[in-house]
């Protein structure tokens, strides 16, 4: 494996020691720049969209260090004439900054969690779960592990990662759901493919929270000629490796607009509260706002966690969102509806013109 900047370094080693947040191993993803506290003890992933710094998740720091690290950090972005934004702030943050005055909070949605060494229970549970496990067994798929080295330099992974992204109808993300987290920093991730018939047809990526005592499953990537159960039979895979290796604690992460805490969602200023049932209602053929959470409910989490934004201003501004959304989008986000949308059409005019040809058929 190449040596990593010296920089990328540093952080690395920052994450390992307080990374608490299950987010903090995504600072070392592409894309995202590093700000170090004048103490040493200190970095924050962040990206810059107009004048708002976005942070990705909340600083990496000992836990009492996380007042006087915001704080220093604020510092920072203010003497450039810019604002912050935690985004997936989770409790920790959030119990520090979400009463104050010169803070506001919006809730993004929730994540689910596990503890790895009770998923043989949750397998018990759900005999729908372990249909998919069978159902992928059964058309001949298995799952390896990766080294760190060998996913970093796998063709297979990334033909199937270019597949899974074709058939989306909307650009690539990125920020904190990047697809390209193998050509950043992976010596610590966990990587699992499923074959079949010697192709890789899926695959997952798993990164430590390790102050956390646990991991994110932050990426699965599936071809398009994936069996059913491709996806399960690699988290089945992920939480036996997880638990094997003593970790606690297990998610998924963000479900965005997640209304599994309700009082939460509830909260957010009346314009996002309105942005989120037009989502609900419309956004679905641009991304399965739906299917997502329903996937992530079947498979039992033992409960869910608030994930939040953090701005440091009095009322969250519409500008401060729209800046979010372009640091995700990597274009304004209006630019980015634009183009899926164009995508969802020539992909709805392509199945229109088949059905017709079929319907034509003698």
Known sequence: ??????????????????????????????GIA?????????????VRRHRVLLAAGAPVCPGAALEASAAAFEEFARRQGCRVCYVCAEQRLHSLLAARPTHSVIAL????????????????????????????????????????????????LRLCLRQW????????????????????????????????LGSVVAFLIASPAPARGGFLIEQIARSPVAPNGASELLIDAAMRRIAALGARYATLGLVALADVLPHQMRANPWWLRRMIAIARA????????RGLLQFRSKLAPASWEGVFAIANEPRFRLRTFYAMGGAFSGVSPAAALAIGAANAARQEFAWLGGSLARSRRP
């Open 282 to 289: 419309h956004a679905n053929r641009f991304y399965n706002f």
């Open 109 to 156: 949605g929730a994540q689910p969690v596990w503890e790895p060494s009770e998923w043989n229970s949750v397998l018990m549970q759900r005999r729908s779960l372990r249909a998919q496990l069978n159902r992928a067994r059964n058309k001949g798929v298995t799952v390896e592990h990766l080294t760190p080295d060998e996913a970093a330099r796998s063709p297979e």
């Open 34 to 46: 590093h700000w170090f506290g004048p103490q040493g003890d200190c970095v924050v992933g962040y």
């Open 165 to 196: 992204l074709s058939a989306r109808r909307l650009p690539p993300l990125h920020f904190l759901v990047e697809p390209l987290a193998l050509e950043g920093v992976t010596a610590d991730r966990i990587v699992l493919a499923a074959r079949r």
């Open 1 to 30: 494996m190449a040596p990593l900047p010296r920089d990328d370094q540093r952080a690395r080693g920052l994450v390992l020691e307080y990374g608490w947040n299950s987010t903090s191993y995504q600072i070392l993803n592409p």
